[in-house]
Protein backbone atom coordinates (compact mmCIF):
# COMPACT_ATOMS: atom_id res chain seq x y z
CA UNK A 1 0.00 0.00 0.00
CA UNK A 2 1.28 3.09 -0.56
CA UNK A 3 0.37 6.64 1.51
CA UNK A 4 -1.59 9.09 -0.57
CA UNK A 5 0.13 12.39 0.43
CA UNK A 6 -2.88 14.81 0.22
CA UNK A 7 -5.17 12.53 3.01
CA UNK A 8 -2.63 10.55 4.40
CA UNK A 9 -4.44 7.73 3.68
CA UNK A 10 -3.48 3.81 2.23
CA UNK A 11 -4.11 3.61 -1.20
CA UNK A 12 -4.28 0.60 -3.43
CA UNK A 13 -1.45 0.22 -6.02
CA UNK A 14 -4.16 -0.18 -8.67
CA UNK A 15 -7.90 0.58 -8.55
CA UNK A 16 -10.09 -2.01 -8.60
CA UNK A 17 -12.22 -0.13 -11.66
CA UNK A 18 -9.28 -0.37 -13.77
CA UNK A 19 -8.74 -3.69 -13.15
CA UNK A 20 -12.40 -5.26 -13.69
CA UNK A 21 -13.06 -2.81 -16.57
CA UNK A 22 -10.01 -4.97 -18.59
CA UNK A 23 -11.47 -8.21 -17.79
CA UNK A 24 -14.37 -6.97 -19.22
CA UNK A 25 -13.12 -5.30 -22.39
CA UNK A 26 -14.63 -7.22 -24.61
CA UNK A 27 -17.81 -8.10 -23.59
CA UNK A 28 -19.58 -4.94 -24.80
CA UNK A 29 -18.94 -5.93 -28.44
CA UNK A 30 -20.04 -9.58 -27.34
CA UNK A 31 -23.15 -8.34 -26.17
CA UNK A 32 -23.60 -5.60 -28.72
CA UNK A 33 -23.09 -8.49 -31.42
CA UNK A 34 -25.79 -10.37 -30.16
CA UNK A 35 -28.67 -7.58 -29.34
CA UNK A 36 -28.03 -5.76 -32.51
CA UNK A 37 -28.98 -8.72 -34.68
CA UNK A 38 -32.01 -8.92 -32.50
CA UNK A 39 -33.25 -5.59 -32.83
CA UNK A 40 -32.66 -5.00 -36.84
CA UNK A 41 -34.24 -8.14 -37.05
CA UNK A 42 -37.53 -6.57 -35.05
CA UNK A 43 -37.23 -3.25 -36.78
CA UNK A 44 -37.41 -4.82 -40.45
CA UNK A 45 -40.03 -6.82 -39.28
CA UNK A 46 -41.87 -3.96 -37.88
CA UNK A 47 -41.13 -2.25 -41.67
CA UNK A 48 -42.47 -4.93 -43.66
CA UNK A 49 -45.61 -5.51 -41.62
CA UNK A 50 -46.31 -1.96 -41.95
CA UNK A 51 -45.86 -1.96 -45.68
CA UNK A 52 -47.69 -4.73 -45.88
CA UNK A 53 -50.85 -3.10 -43.94
CA UNK A 54 -50.55 -0.22 -46.34
CA UNK A 55 -50.39 -1.88 -49.52
CA UNK A 56 -53.55 -4.15 -48.44
CA UNK A 57 -55.78 -0.94 -47.50
CA UNK A 58 -54.61 0.27 -50.76
CA UNK A 59 -56.27 -2.44 -52.50
CA UNK A 60 -59.36 -2.75 -50.87
CA UNK A 61 -59.44 1.09 -51.10
CA UNK A 62 -58.89 1.14 -54.33
CA UNK A 63 -61.12 -2.16 -55.01
CA UNK A 64 -64.21 -0.23 -53.27
CA UNK A 65 -63.54 3.69 -54.97
CA UNK A 66 -63.68 1.64 -58.53
CA UNK A 67 -66.75 -0.10 -57.64
CA UNK A 68 -68.05 3.33 -56.72
CA UNK A 69 -67.46 4.37 -60.55
CA UNK A 70 -69.43 1.79 -61.79
CA UNK A 71 -72.31 2.10 -59.99
CA UNK A 72 -73.14 5.10 -61.90
CA UNK A 73 -74.88 4.58 -64.87
CA UNK A 74 -73.60 5.36 -68.12
CA UNK A 75 -70.24 4.28 -66.65
CA UNK A 76 -67.78 0.99 -68.30
CA UNK A 77 -65.57 -1.34 -66.78
CA UNK A 78 -62.98 0.41 -68.29
CA UNK A 79 -63.92 3.57 -66.18
CA UNK A 80 -63.81 0.95 -63.22
CA UNK A 81 -60.44 -0.43 -64.45
CA UNK A 82 -58.94 3.60 -64.85
CA UNK A 83 -59.92 4.43 -61.24
CA UNK A 84 -58.63 1.32 -59.63
CA UNK A 85 -55.08 1.79 -61.41
CA UNK A 86 -55.06 5.24 -60.30
CA UNK A 87 -55.55 4.82 -57.44
CA UNK A 88 -53.14 1.79 -56.98
CA UNK A 89 -50.40 3.36 -58.63
CA UNK A 90 -50.74 6.76 -56.46
CA UNK A 91 -49.99 4.42 -53.75
CA UNK A 92 -47.20 2.30 -54.80
CA UNK A 93 -48.71 -0.58 -55.65
CA UNK A 94 -47.54 -2.70 -58.78
CA UNK A 95 -48.14 -5.78 -61.08
CA UNK A 96 -52.30 -6.31 -59.84
CA UNK A 97 -54.90 -7.52 -61.22
CA UNK A 98 -58.25 -5.55 -61.68
CA UNK A 99 -61.35 -8.18 -62.78
CA UNK A 100 -64.71 -6.13 -63.32
CA UNK A 101 -67.94 -8.20 -63.31
CA UNK A 102 -69.65 -7.92 -65.24
CA UNK A 103 -67.90 -7.38 -68.51
CA UNK A 104 -70.94 -4.87 -69.87
CA UNK A 105 -72.92 -3.20 -67.87
CA UNK A 106 -76.79 -2.79 -69.04
CA UNK A 107 -80.19 -1.41 -68.08
CA UNK A 108 -79.94 -4.71 -66.28
CA UNK A 109 -77.37 -4.95 -64.03
CA UNK A 110 -78.22 -5.60 -60.76
CA UNK A 111 -74.68 -5.18 -59.03
CA UNK A 112 -70.65 -4.62 -59.85
CA UNK A 113 -67.69 -6.43 -58.82
CA UNK A 114 -64.38 -5.09 -58.57
CA UNK A 115 -61.55 -7.93 -57.41
CA UNK A 116 -57.91 -6.83 -57.19
CA UNK A 117 -55.16 -9.32 -56.40
CA UNK A 118 -51.82 -8.90 -55.99
CA UNK A 119 -48.59 -10.50 -54.28
CA UNK A 120 -47.15 -8.68 -51.32
CA UNK A 121 -43.84 -9.80 -52.54
CA UNK A 122 -43.98 -7.39 -55.72
CA UNK A 123 -44.74 -4.86 -53.65
CA UNK A 124 -42.57 -4.85 -50.61
CA UNK A 125 -39.65 -2.22 -49.72
CA UNK A 126 -37.21 -5.13 -49.09
CA UNK A 127 -36.85 -8.64 -50.06
CA UNK A 128 -40.15 -10.03 -47.82
CA UNK A 129 -38.68 -12.21 -44.93
CA UNK A 130 -42.17 -13.29 -43.63
CA UNK A 131 -44.70 -12.52 -46.25
CA UNK A 132 -42.80 -13.43 -49.44
CA UNK A 133 -45.83 -16.02 -50.35
CA UNK A 134 -48.77 -13.59 -49.38
CA UNK A 135 -51.41 -12.88 -51.81
CA UNK A 136 -53.82 -9.56 -51.68
CA UNK A 137 -56.86 -10.04 -52.72
CA UNK A 138 -59.88 -7.46 -52.00
CA UNK A 139 -63.33 -7.93 -53.77
CA UNK A 140 -65.99 -5.45 -53.24
CA UNK A 141 -69.41 -6.32 -54.76
CA UNK A 142 -72.20 -2.84 -55.33
CA UNK A 143 -75.47 -2.27 -56.11
CA UNK A 144 -76.10 -0.03 -59.37
CA UNK A 145 -77.69 2.57 -59.41
CA UNK A 146 -79.61 1.36 -62.68
CA UNK A 147 -82.68 3.36 -62.41
CA UNK A 148 -84.37 0.06 -64.62
CA UNK A 149 -83.37 -2.19 -61.67
CA UNK A 150 -84.30 -0.08 -59.05
CA UNK A 151 -87.86 0.33 -60.26
CA UNK A 152 -88.19 -3.26 -60.91
CA UNK A 153 -87.20 -4.18 -57.52
CA UNK A 154 -89.62 -1.96 -56.02
CA UNK A 155 -87.01 0.33 -53.93
CA UNK A 156 -87.75 3.10 -56.14
CA UNK A 157 -90.68 5.01 -56.82
CA UNK A 158 -93.21 8.02 -55.73
CA UNK A 159 -91.35 9.53 -52.67
CA UNK A 160 -93.88 11.91 -51.67
CA UNK A 161 -95.32 11.63 -55.32
CA UNK A 162 -92.06 12.31 -57.74
CA UNK A 163 -92.34 10.70 -61.15
CA UNK A 164 -89.77 8.80 -61.98
CA UNK A 165 -87.87 9.08 -64.80
CA UNK A 166 -88.41 6.16 -67.51
Known amino acids: MIQNPKTNRPQALRSSRTHTGRKRAGAFTVEFAICSGIFFTILLAGFEFARFMYARHSVEQAAYEAARVGIVPGKTPSNVIAKATQILN???VRNATITVTPTAFTTSTETITVEI??????????KPMFLATTEMVSAITLDHENKAYLVAAGSLGNNDNEPIDK
Open 90 to 92: ATG
Open 117 to 126: RCRYSDNSWL
